[in-house]
Protein backbone atom coordinates (compact mmCIF):
# COMPACT_ATOMS: atom_id res chain seq x y z
CA UNK A 1 0.00 0.00 0.00
CA UNK A 2 2.76 2.32 1.07
CA UNK A 3 4.09 1.94 -2.82
CA UNK A 4 0.73 2.80 -4.54
CA UNK A 5 0.63 5.94 -1.98
CA UNK A 6 4.45 7.18 -2.77
CA UNK A 7 3.78 6.66 -6.53
CA UNK A 8 0.28 8.11 -6.80
CA UNK A 9 -1.06 5.57 -9.09
CA UNK A 10 -3.80 5.45 -7.24
CA UNK A 11 -5.03 9.28 -8.26
CA UNK A 12 -4.26 8.48 -11.54
CA UNK A 13 -6.39 5.34 -12.25
CA UNK A 14 -9.22 7.06 -10.75
CA UNK A 15 -8.79 10.22 -12.50
CA UNK A 16 -8.35 7.83 -15.82
CA UNK A 17 -11.57 5.47 -15.22
CA UNK A 18 -13.83 8.90 -14.78
CA UNK A 19 -12.21 10.16 -17.49
CA UNK A 20 -13.36 6.58 -19.14
CA UNK A 21 -16.47 6.41 -18.32
CA UNK A 22 -17.59 9.95 -19.13
CA UNK A 23 -16.19 9.13 -22.66
CA UNK A 24 -18.49 5.92 -22.93
CA UNK A 25 -21.63 7.45 -20.70
CA UNK A 26 -20.97 10.91 -23.67
CA UNK A 27 -20.96 8.73 -26.65
CA UNK A 28 -24.01 6.44 -25.32
CA UNK A 29 -26.02 9.15 -24.66
CA UNK A 30 -25.12 10.39 -28.46
CA UNK A 31 -25.96 6.91 -29.56
CA UNK A 32 -29.14 7.45 -32.48
CA UNK A 33 -30.73 4.23 -30.24
CA UNK A 34 -30.55 6.01 -27.22
CA UNK A 35 -34.32 6.32 -27.30
CA UNK A 36 -34.68 2.89 -27.05
CA UNK A 37 -32.56 1.77 -24.35
CA UNK A 38 -33.98 -0.24 -21.44
CA UNK A 39 -35.04 2.16 -18.47
CA UNK A 40 -33.72 0.32 -15.47
CA UNK A 41 -33.59 1.37 -11.43
CA UNK A 42 -29.95 2.43 -12.33
CA UNK A 43 -31.26 5.56 -13.85
CA UNK A 44 -32.17 8.54 -12.59
CA UNK A 45 -34.40 11.27 -14.20
CA UNK A 46 -32.05 13.35 -14.84
CA UNK A 47 -28.30 13.62 -15.17
CA UNK A 48 -27.08 14.00 -11.90
CA UNK A 49 -24.97 17.54 -11.48
CA UNK A 50 -22.20 15.95 -10.01
CA UNK A 51 -19.18 14.78 -12.31
CA UNK A 52 -18.34 11.70 -13.19
CA UNK A 53 -14.40 12.73 -11.43
CA UNK A 54 -15.87 14.27 -8.77
CA UNK A 55 -18.16 11.34 -7.57
CA UNK A 56 -15.45 8.85 -8.10
CA UNK A 57 -13.24 11.07 -6.16
CA UNK A 58 -15.79 10.71 -3.09
CA UNK A 59 -15.62 7.79 -3.34
CA UNK A 60 -12.11 6.73 -3.63
CA UNK A 61 -12.10 9.04 -0.56
CA UNK A 62 -14.84 7.49 2.20
CA UNK A 63 -15.43 4.20 0.31
CA UNK A 64 -11.73 3.40 1.52
CA UNK A 65 -11.51 -0.29 0.43
CA UNK A 66 -8.70 -1.61 -1.43
CA UNK A 67 -6.90 -0.42 -4.48
CA UNK A 68 -7.60 -3.81 -6.18
CA UNK A 69 -11.76 -2.90 -5.91
CA UNK A 70 -11.64 -0.95 -8.57
CA UNK A 71 -10.23 -3.11 -10.51
CA UNK A 72 -12.46 -5.58 -10.19
CA UNK A 73 -15.25 -2.95 -10.01
CA UNK A 74 -14.18 -2.23 -13.48
CA UNK A 75 -14.33 -5.64 -14.48
CA UNK A 76 -18.22 -6.10 -13.16
CA UNK A 77 -19.13 -2.67 -14.99
CA UNK A 78 -17.76 -4.76 -18.31
CA UNK A 79 -19.16 -8.03 -17.81
CA UNK A 80 -22.85 -5.74 -16.91
CA UNK A 81 -22.96 -4.16 -20.14
CA UNK A 82 -21.73 -7.46 -21.85
CA UNK A 83 -24.81 -9.41 -20.10
CA UNK A 84 -26.98 -6.59 -20.53
CA UNK A 85 -27.01 -4.62 -24.40
CA UNK A 86 -30.11 -2.79 -23.72
CA UNK A 87 -28.53 -1.39 -20.47
CA UNK A 88 -25.45 0.68 -21.82
CA UNK A 89 -23.50 3.12 -19.35
CA UNK A 90 -24.61 6.68 -19.89
CA UNK A 91 -25.20 10.06 -17.80
CA UNK A 92 -28.54 8.73 -16.73
CA UNK A 93 -27.38 5.79 -14.94
CA UNK A 94 -23.25 5.73 -14.71
CA UNK A 95 -23.53 7.23 -11.10
CA UNK A 96 -25.35 4.66 -9.38
CA UNK A 97 -23.76 2.07 -11.46
CA UNK A 98 -20.38 3.13 -10.59
CA UNK A 99 -21.27 3.13 -6.63
CA UNK A 100 -22.72 -0.48 -6.73
CA UNK A 101 -20.31 -1.92 -8.65
CA UNK A 102 -17.53 -0.41 -6.28
CA UNK A 103 -19.93 -1.85 -3.02
CA UNK A 104 -19.82 -5.15 -4.24
CA UNK A 105 -16.29 -5.31 -5.50
CA UNK A 106 -15.36 -4.56 -1.70
CA UNK A 107 -17.88 -6.72 -0.28
CA UNK A 108 -15.96 -9.55 -2.55
CA UNK A 109 -12.22 -8.60 -2.20
CA UNK A 110 -12.30 -7.08 1.18
CA UNK A 111 -12.26 -8.73 4.68
CA UNK A 112 -13.29 -5.31 5.88
CA UNK A 113 -15.95 -3.66 4.67
CA UNK A 114 -18.57 -1.01 5.02
CA UNK A 115 -22.54 -1.73 4.71
CA UNK A 116 -25.24 -0.77 2.79
CA UNK A 117 -26.40 2.32 4.72
CA UNK A 118 -22.73 3.81 4.30
CA UNK A 119 -22.00 3.10 0.66
CA UNK A 120 -25.24 4.99 0.33
CA UNK A 121 -25.01 7.62 2.31
CA UNK A 122 -20.93 7.87 0.27
CA UNK A 123 -23.73 8.01 -2.98
CA UNK A 124 -25.81 10.62 -2.10
CA UNK A 125 -28.73 7.96 -2.12
CA UNK A 126 -30.92 6.43 0.55
CA UNK A 127 -30.50 3.01 1.83
CA UNK A 128 -33.40 1.00 0.25
CA UNK A 129 -32.20 2.38 -2.76
CA UNK A 130 -28.53 1.07 -2.56
CA UNK A 131 -30.47 -2.59 -1.62
CA UNK A 132 -32.03 -2.60 -4.95
CA UNK A 133 -29.34 -1.55 -7.00
CA UNK A 134 -27.17 -4.24 -5.38
CA UNK A 135 -29.76 -6.24 -6.01
CA UNK A 136 -30.40 -5.68 -9.87
CA UNK A 137 -26.52 -5.41 -10.45
CA UNK A 138 -26.13 -9.03 -8.82
CA UNK A 139 -28.88 -10.75 -11.22
CA UNK A 140 -27.08 -8.75 -14.17
CA UNK A 141 -24.01 -9.62 -13.67
CA UNK A 142 -25.64 -13.48 -13.45
CA UNK A 143 -23.82 -13.48 -9.84
CA UNK A 144 -20.52 -13.72 -12.04
CA UNK A 145 -18.46 -12.16 -8.92
CA UNK A 146 -15.76 -14.52 -9.09
CA UNK A 147 -12.38 -12.58 -11.47
CA UNK A 148 -9.71 -15.24 -11.64
CA UNK A 149 -6.32 -13.92 -10.96
CA UNK A 150 -5.58 -14.05 -14.98
CA UNK A 151 -8.39 -12.07 -15.79
CA UNK A 152 -7.31 -9.34 -13.22
CA UNK A 153 -3.91 -8.61 -14.59
CA UNK A 154 -5.29 -8.69 -18.06
CA UNK A 155 -7.86 -5.73 -16.64
CA UNK A 156 -4.58 -4.04 -15.14
CA UNK A 157 -2.47 -4.42 -17.92
CA UNK A 158 -4.80 -3.03 -20.16
CA UNK A 159 -5.60 0.02 -17.78
CA UNK A 160 -1.89 0.32 -17.35
CA UNK A 161 -1.37 0.55 -21.17
CA UNK A 162 -4.31 3.55 -21.42
CA UNK A 163 -2.99 5.25 -18.31
CA UNK A 164 1.28 5.22 -20.27
CA UNK A 165 -0.49 6.22 -23.41
CA UNK A 166 -2.57 8.90 -22.23
CA UNK A 167 0.73 10.33 -20.11
CA UNK A 168 3.89 9.06 -22.08
CA UNK A 169 6.08 10.48 -19.34
CA UNK A 170 4.88 8.16 -16.60
CA UNK A 171 7.51 5.54 -15.42
CA UNK A 172 6.61 2.10 -16.04
CA UNK A 173 7.08 1.17 -12.06
CA UNK A 174 5.29 4.13 -10.88
CA UNK A 175 2.09 3.01 -13.09
CA UNK A 176 2.13 -0.22 -11.66
CA UNK A 177 -1.81 -1.03 -10.35
CA UNK A 178 -1.00 -4.30 -8.42
CA UNK A 179 2.10 -5.50 -6.70
CA UNK A 180 0.41 -8.67 -4.88
CA UNK A 181 1.06 -12.08 -6.18
CA UNK A 182 -2.25 -14.02 -7.57
CA UNK A 183 -2.09 -16.31 -4.72
CA UNK A 184 -2.47 -13.07 -2.37
CA UNK A 185 -5.24 -11.56 -4.84
CA UNK A 186 -7.73 -11.65 -2.18
CA UNK A 187 -5.65 -10.04 0.64
CA UNK A 188 -4.18 -7.24 -1.24
CA UNK A 189 -3.72 -3.87 0.32
CA UNK A 190 -6.92 -4.28 2.51
CA UNK A 191 -7.20 -1.44 5.28
CA UNK A 192 -7.40 -2.34 9.08
CA UNK A 193 -10.86 -1.29 10.93
CA UNK A 194 -8.88 1.57 12.53
CA UNK A 195 -9.20 3.54 9.07
CA UNK A 196 -12.30 2.44 8.58
CA UNK A 197 -13.63 3.60 11.41
CA UNK A 198 -12.08 7.00 11.03
CA UNK A 199 -13.27 7.05 7.89
CA UNK A 200 -17.04 7.07 9.03
CA UNK A 201 -16.36 9.66 11.34
CA UNK A 202 -15.52 12.34 8.55
CA UNK A 203 -18.16 11.20 6.34
CA UNK A 204 -20.54 12.14 9.47
CA UNK A 205 -19.34 15.25 9.66
Known sequence: MAELESSNVMPKLISFLSSL??????????????????????HGLTRPTISIQTYLDRIFKYANCSPCCYVVAYVYLDR?????PTLPINSFNVHR???????????????????????????????????????????GLGFNLNVKPNTFYA????????????QPQVDMAESSLCTARSSNLHLCFNEDESSHQQQQQQLAV
Open 21 to 42: LHRVAESNDLNPSFQTQKISVF
Open 80 to 84: FTQRQ
Open 97 to 139: LLITSVMIAAKFMDDIYYNNAYYAKVGGINTNEMNILEVDFLF
Open 155 to 166: YCSYLQREMIMM
